[in-house]
Structure formats: C-alpha cells, structure tokens
C-alpha cells in the first residue's frame, strides 16, 4: 500500500465541475477551485501579516487551502442549496464524507501517515486565523467565478445569487483586516468596466456592506470615530447619500461639505450614492488628522459604547438616538465629566451619565 490512490485522487477532482447543472461560459473543476483557494489564501495571509501585523502559521494556512475539498472526490460537488436545504441533510452528507474519508486513509494511505493525512483531510474551516482566512478564500473565488459569468452576460439568475451569498459570507469576518482590504481597496476595481448586470451587483453590495446589523464601519473626519456605516448615511432620500463626517458631528450642526473623506467618497461612487463632502483633492493633509474633535487615546472607549448602542434594542426603543448623539457631544467637550468605561457594562456607563434605560 502506498500513496498512489491519493495521488490518482488529484485526476478526480480535475473531472469534477464546479456548479454542476447549470450553463456556464467558464468551466471550473474542483481541481482549479483547491488551486486557487490556496492562491488567494496566500494573499489574504499576507494582507494580514504585512498590513494587519500579525502572524501566520503558513504551513497550516497552505494545507487547509490545498486540501479543503480533497474529500469532494467521493461525494462530488454537491450545490451549496442542496447540502444546506436542512440541517439533517448536511449532517447526513457529512457524515457519508466523513466515513469514506475515514475509510479511504485507512486501507490506502500508509500507517506511518495517517495520521497526518487524517488532520489534512479534516474540516479546515476552525476557528483560527488560518481557518477563518479559508472561510473567505472560499467563498472569494466563488464570488470570482460569479463576476466572470455575470460579465461575459451569463443570464441565469443564479451566478448573482452566488455573488451576493459570497460577500454577505466574506462580510461576516470583516473583523479580519484582510476583509477589510479586499472591500476597501480591491473589491471596487471590480465595478470599473461596463457590462450587463453591474449595476444590480453594486447594488447588492452595498445593500450587503452598508447595512445591516455588521455594517462597514467608516472614520469620521472631523471627529476621528470609526463608527457603523449607519452614522454616515441620510435616511429618507430618493437619492441616498453618504456624509463625510457622522451624524453625532452633524448634530453639532457641522457642515459635511467642508470635510474631505476619500474612503467614502470613494464607496459612494461605487454603490451609486451620493456624496456630501468636499471633494477630494488628492493632497493628504497631514495637520488635519491631529484635529480630530476626539482625541486619540479616548477614541476606542466611544467607538465601543457607540457600538453597543447601536446593537442595543432596549436602548434604541427607550432612548432616541438624538438624545444619545447629544450625551455623546457633552461627554467630548468635557459637558460631562466622564469617558465611557470599556471596562463596565452598558447599562452602568449609562446611568453614570444619567440615561436612565429599564433593562430586564
């Protein structure tokens, strides 16, 4: 017995299509996916290690991008509604890869690498960074194979459905600043060019990116905060648009279009907004990003309680977010003579300010 079995494994998976049963321009075998999965993991590692500072294990990275759907070669490449119509269902064809799987290092792979391969061929997708990162490159290169139909005018209503399932999954770790990278600085070049279905894909983006409970979260110009997208964006409009400075600085009856912000500027031309700001003229003012109304050594402790407000149904219901905006704007100009607490709950950094909210 040796490893002639696993190496004719890599033939079957050259023969088995990705998206089975429906028309494609494009081909793709599950063979070209593991490739380029493991392409894009490579990138998203080093978006993190150089931008996001921190370290990858690569060789954990590079065996969980190359072997994620090794096992595909038994069951095939089952359509992704079909595994997930109910959790029996996806528990059943789990637990038929898994014995195969089982099985097929058993009487094929030597006893001295079972071990090993038993590890390689087991669900990837944990919940460590290098887990987290083949959950996006995933889903990534399946956004990709969606935008290459969409593009060449591929009909079927189903590729915008895996394009907009894609992001909405990739979205969920935008705590990873790889994620936040991929939206901010790659993920727009994807609109530039004109074809059919583009402005139904921008426009599912930012449904995906601006809204929501993990919205995109963006820096206010004038205070510095980095806030949920919700605080940059006018409600009520025929044509809505995003502002360069948030709504807790707009309270303070601030003019939006006297503060540059390019990044919103930037996206707001993308999803097909509008823009109120004063237009990007190209020149970083370096001055300016050390005016910021909040200082930087405060700027966590509102980002966090902003946050838990936004998130808190009992707080919205009770209090209005007027009112919180204007507690908010006290608090920074020392009105009030405290800074939320990271280190307390809620409902305690409320009351000390005098909001009084009931909560069960």
Request: aromatic share 10%; glycine share 6%; hydrophobic share 35%.
């Amino acid at each position: 017995m040796g490893l002639n079995a696993y190496i004719q494994g890599f033939n079957s998976l050259e023969s088995i299509d990705r998206a089975p049963g429906y028309f494609k321009y494009q081909h793709h075998s599950v063979a070209d996916h593991s490739f380029r999965t493991a392409e894009l993991a490579q990138m998203m590692g080093d978006i993190e290690e150089v931008v996001g500072k921190q370290k990858i294990n690569w060789k954990a990275l590079y065996e969980k991008s190359l072997n994620h759907d090794y096992t595909e070669r038994f069951i095939g490449d089952i359509k992704t509604p079909v595994k997930y119509a109910t959790p029996q269902l996806r528990k059943m064809i789990g637990d038929v890869e898994e014995t195969m799987t089982a099985k097929f290092i058993k009487d094929e792979i030597p006893k001295e690498f079972q071990k090993i391969y038993t590890k390689r061929l087991s669900e990837g997708k944990d919940d460590t960074l290098e887990g987290k990162i083949l959950s996006i490159c995933d889903k990534l290169d399946l956004l990709y194979e969606a935008y290459g139909e969409i593009e060449l005018g591929n009909p079927n209503p189903v590729f915008m459905q895996m394009f907009k399932e894609s992001l909405e999954t990739i979205k969920k770790f935008d705590d990873l600043t790889c994620v936040q990278y991929f939206i901010k600085k790659i993920l727009p070049d994807l609109f530039k060019g004109d074809f059919a279905g583009k402005d139904k894909m921008q426009r599912i983006a930012f449904s995906i990116l601006l809204m929501g409970k993990n919205s995109l979260k963006f820096q206010c110009a004038s205070c510095g905060l980095r806030l949920d997208s919700l605080h940059f964006k006018q409600e009520g409009l025929m044509n809505p648009k995003l502002t360069s400075i948030c709504d807790i600085c707009l309270t303070r009856n601030l003019n939006a279009e006297d503060y540059e912000n390019p990044v919103i500027e930037n996206i707001s031309q993308v999803m097909l907004y509008g823009f109120v700001g004063k237009k990007n003229t190209g020149k970083l003012n370096l001055e300016s990003l050390n005016q910021y109304l909040v200082g930087s050594d405060h700027r966590r402790q509102y980002e966090s309680f902003i946050q838990d407000y936004d998130g808190n149904e009992v707080a919205l219901q009770q209090l209005s977010r007027s009112e919180f905006n204007q507690a908010i704007i006290k608090s920074e100009d020392k009105e009030i003579n405290y800074i939320p607490n990271s280190n307390v709950d809620f409902a305690v950094n409320m009351k000390t300010w005098e909001l009084k909210l009931t909560f069960l």
